[in-house]
Structures are given as C-alpha cells and as structure tokens.
C-alpha cells in the first residue's frame, strides 16, 4: 500500500495513461483505468471516480439533503436515473446535478449505487474479500481488517475510504433520515462486496458476514484508513 496519496500518484502518471477520449464509457469502466484517465497529472486530487466526487458533493452539500428519509435505500425516478447517467457519460467533468437540475435527491443516490455496481471488479475486490470472509469472529478486530484492507488497489482504497466517510456522515443524520450503519450495510454490502461466485446460494450464505464487514468499516472508517 502506498503511504500517501502523492507516492500514488507518482506511480500512477509514470505509467500509460489512457486518454479521455478513447474511454467509451464512464460506467462500467476499470476504476483505476477511469482515475488515471480523469486525474490531471499535474494536480493533487482525491483520486475517487467523478461520479461518487459529484454525487456526493451534491448529497453533503444540497440544504437538508443527508436528512431525507430512506436515503440510499428509496429508489428514485428510473427516467431521471438514466438521464444523469447519459450526462455524465458525455461530459463528466460537467454534469449539473443542482436542486434546479434534479430536485430527486434519491435519484442521484441511486446513480451513486448504479456507478458502483456496474465496476467490474467490485470496490472490494474479490481476493480482498476472501481474505476478510476468512477470519475467525475471535480475529475480528479493527487492527486486522485495516492490515487486509490496505492491501487493495490504491484506486479502490482512496474510493472505498471517500465512500465510507460519507456513509458515516449520513448515518449521523439517522434521527430523520432513519439510516442506521446497519440499514447502510444492508444496502451496499451486496455491491461494494459482491460474490465472485454467481451462485445466489454462496451470496446468500456469506450476506451477514460482509453485512457485519461493512458496518465495522464504517464505523472505524477513520482508525482502519488512516495513513
């Protein structure tokens, strides 16, 4: 694991980066593959996909938006889904998701899940959940999955951390918005931690473990991502 987002970098831009242009897709794209062709190299950015930079950013900052009730779990309008994700797909770095533009706060969350369910190698990567699905519960421990977690690719670290940090900042609006860490978990545990495996059955049988995983990353985003 890199020790900072700048060693990161370095690596990252001393190797081929793809152009923007010859990207035919946002969604469904590689994520370090997409960072390093959204990522200038001459800036020191989070380096976390535009599309969770742009959901969030209007999410945190849209006046009462993190107490909306069911946030993350209500569906939003599936038109007005498919139109946001059609804006970023022609001009990322310009999508407009203001109040004025889009007053559906659950449709830009449900692009948030669109974008990372269509990754295809999930934010946790599989060999990365296999290693954490291996732990005994008396092995569960936050100094563990941190040594684990670190192992990730450094693009899915820095996301995976962005994205916690902003799961537990929603779950301290949970008075009014009635997302708990646990209602979270059950919502992004199944995306961010998908099964290799495409039996149903083995998803099924492993759900309350990355349920369990989840939650402990959310609620020690700060011990298990800190430098």
């Known amino acids: 694991m890199?020790?900072?987002?700048?060693?990161?970098?370095y690596e990252l831009f001393s190797l081929n980066v793809p152009h923007m242009k010859y990207l035919k897709s946002i969604f469904g794209v590689d994520l370090t593959t997409l960072i390093k062709a959204t990522t200038p190299a001459s800036s020191v950015t989070s380096l976390t996909p535009v599309v969770l930079e742009k959901c969030i950013n209007e999410i945190e900052s849209r006046p009462h938006a993190?107490?909306?009730e069911g946030l993350y779990r209500i569906a939003g309008f599936s038109d007005t889904i498919e139109e946001i994700k059609l804006a970023f797909e022609r001009d990322c770095a310009h999508v407009d998701l203001s109040q004025e533009r889009y007053p559906d706060i659950h449709a830009i969350a449900c692009v948030l899940k669109l974008?990372?369910?269509?990754l295809p190698i999930p934010l946790v990567t599989f060999d990365i959940q296999t290693q954490l699905l291996e732990l005994r519960p008396s092995t569960i421990c936050v100094t563990t999955i941190r040594?684990?977690?670190?192992?990730?690719?450094?693009?899915?670290?820095?996301t995976l951390k962005y994205l916690c940090e902003h799961l537990l900042?929603?779950?301290?609006?949970?008075?009014?918005?009635q997302?708990?860490?646990?209602?979270?978990?059950?919502?992004?545990?199944?995306t961010i931690m998908r099964s290799e495996n495409p039996d149903p059955m083995v998803g099924l049988k492993n759900s309350k473990s990355i349920q369990?995983?989840?939650?402990?990353?959310?609620?020690?985003?700060?011990d298990i991502f800190s430098p």
């Not at 890199?2 to 970098?9: A, G, M």
């Not at 369990?212 to 700060?222: F, G, M």
């Open 212 to 222: 369990r995983l989840l939650e402990i990353l959310i609620e020690q985003v700060h």
């Open 2 to 9: 890199y020790s900072s987002v700048l060693e990161f970098q």
């Open 147 to 158: 040594t684990i977690i670190r192992r990730l690719p450094p693009a899915h670290f820095y």
């Open 66 to 68: 993190l107490d909306t």
């Open 179 to 190: 997302m708990i860490i646990e209602n979270l978990a059950i919502v992004f545990a199944p």
């Open 115 to 118: 974008y990372l369910r269509q």
């Open 169 to 177: 900042k929603v779950s301290q609006h949970s008075i009014r918005n």
